[in-house]
């Protein structure tokens, strides 16, 4: 996961170069090309079919849903190979995918609504919202016994730098292994959990611990969403799954995503798998369960990796940026809020990456050698169970590409990009 950023730009850095100009089709909610709906598949998607079932067979992955969507119009949905390869229950279409960190946009877009409403301002200090935010030290020692010394610093941390990765703080699981050890012993959460904890409590445990750098200071992946989740809290005075599904899930029809399920649709949740010796087991991880959204105490709302979905719940969300902010008939955010999201948010923190941290995706930012010739704008982000999205409003199309694996070495992600958006030098769409 810390690596996460290859697979972001191999997604993004593959897209749409040479597709045409999309021209400004106002749309209400997603539409269905005849033949997808028919169940058949165009012919510009039979190398991508094939790709992936090479994948499955091949042994590289379990399975996949994928879907595609060009100005409006859903124009390729197909599922590939097994949903439980070893009970051999093949994957369906609709499945509901574990989608961990796309959940962040998600996270960020609810706290965008409160900013344009004047009810918070992204520069407001987190302590004003979380007065135990005002402890934070910088991390200066740690021991063999989880003990660790802090010394102060100068800045103050915003909401801003929570939304960009720059608040200083770090994950621990899958980022610096003195803060896996660090919020371990505090009992901060910082995946997903079954116990009966909130975002409240985990906030309050979190100011016990100590920053990685000061806040603005550089880029580094981390917690903040889950800080974000508080904070929309406080505004408000609802809990944070009411907010999201009041506020975005209802309004885009986004009826198949959750923190966690109800029991009408768990049997829809695609189990997650890692490599064993000979083909696949369910994943086990030392510091989490993948039960979480079917069971538990189901109190914890994660807005850095907490939510399931499906592909086509996720491409409306999409389609709403794309439409600039409207959706389903309903206008979730201002098209100036929208430029806003979109704007370089780190100057040249991430300079020579080819992409840039905006206010709840990574941006593409250039084109030439580095962006691997992708139009700028295109706007990305992905799981850490192997799921990837990615869309660009020069063309208005969308992919998504929804996997449940653990520790596999998976190149589809890369090889779906390059066969949905082909190359300038692809003449093929």
């Known amino acids: 996961m810390r690596n996460f950023h290859w697979s972001f730009v191999v997604i993004a850095t593959l897209f749409l170069a040479g597709c045409e100009r999309a021209e400004e089709v106002p749309q209400e ?89 004047g009810l918070l301002d992204l520069d407001d200090p987190v302590e004003q919202y979380i007065p135990s935010f005002a402890q934070l030290e910088l991390l200066d020692s740690l021991s063999d016994d989880t003990t660790f010394t802090t010394i102060p610093h100068d800045r103050t941390m915003t909401i801003r730098h929570l939304l960009t990765h720059q608040s200083g703080l770090s994950y621990g699981a899958i980022g610096d292994p003195r803060f896996d050890r660090i919020y371990a012993k505090a009992g901060v959460v910082d995946l997903f959990t079954t116990e009966p904890l909130t975002a409240e409590e985990n906030c309050e445990r979190l100011a016990q611990t100590a920053l990685i750098h000061a806040p603005g200071e550089r880029w580094n992946y981390s917690l903040g969403l889950e800080v974000v989740v508080r904070v929309v809290e406080v505004v408000s005075g609802q809990p944070f799954d009411e907010f999201l599904k009041t506020e975005l899930l209802d309004p885009l029809g986004m009826t198949d995503t959750h923190f966690y399920l109800p029991d009408s649709l768990a049997d829809r949740l695609v189990p997650v798998f890692e490599p064993a010796e000979q083909g696949w087991k369910l994943h086990e991880h030392r510091q989490y369960t993948t039960d979480y959204p079917v069971a538990g105490a189901r109190t914890f709302f994660g807005g850095g990796a907490g939510l399931s979905s499906t592909a086509l719940d996720y491409a409306k969300f999409l389609q709403m940026y794309l439409n600039r902010g409207e959706f389903n008939g309903h206008r979730i955010l201002q098209e100036a809020t929208v430029d806003s999201i979109m704007s370089n948010q780190q100057g040249e923190l991430l300079e020579g990456q080819g992409w840039y941290q905006g206010l709840a995706f990574g941006v593409q930012h250039e084109v030439g050698e580095a962006a691997g010739g992708s139009p700028a704008g295109t706007f990305f982000w992905s799981g850490y169970f192997n799921t990837a999205y990615a869309a660009d409003p020069s063309t208005g199309t969308i992919g998504v590409l929804m996997k449940q694996t653990y520790g596999a070495q998976d190149p589809t992600s890369g090889l779906f990009s390059s066969l949905v958006f082909p190359s300038s030098n692809d003449s093929a769409h």
Do not use: Y
């Open 29 to 117: 909610s997603l539409t269905w090309h005849p033949q997808v709906e028919a169940g058949k598949v165009l012919e510009g998607f039979v190398a991508l079919d094939a790709m992936l079932d090479s994948a499955v067979n091949a042994g590289g992955i379990p399975g996949a849903e994928v879907l595609v969507v060009r100005q409006g119009e859903v124009v390729h949905h197909q599922v590939h190979g097994w949903s439980h390869p070893v009970d051999s229950v093949k994957l369906q279409k609709h499945s509901i995918f574990r989608i961990c960190s796309q959940t962040k946009a998600l996270t960020s877009t609810a706290a965008l609504i409160l900013w344009e409403r």
